[in-house]
């Protein structure tokens, strides 16, 4: 399935479950994201992000988002949204 790099994660919050990501491409609640580095490759749907602790439905190239994750990420795992 074709996907397009989106972000990198910069920050994990291992007791909550929260990556931060810095956005080269925009997002939206409810795309899949599929989340890959050395230690780390699964896909999940996007279901909430925040920007400075405010929920967003949509966010930006340039934008830090935190969003919940359902596996450990690491700082520079690269985030994919898979394309229709």
Do not use: C, W
């Amino acid at each position: 399935m074709p996907e397009e790099l989106v972000g990198t994660i910069t920050h994990y919050f291992g007791r909550i479950g929260v990556a931060v990501v810095r956005l080269r491409a925009p997002i939206s609640v409810g795309d899949m994201l599929h989340i890959r580095g050395k230690a780390t490759d699964f896909t999940q749907k996007l279901e909430s992000m925040q920007i400075q602790h405010q929920p967003v439905n949509a966010a930006g190239s340039g934008d830090e988002v935190a969003i919940k994750v359902e596996s450990r990420v690491r700082e520079g795992d690269e985030v994919y949204k898979l394309l229709p």
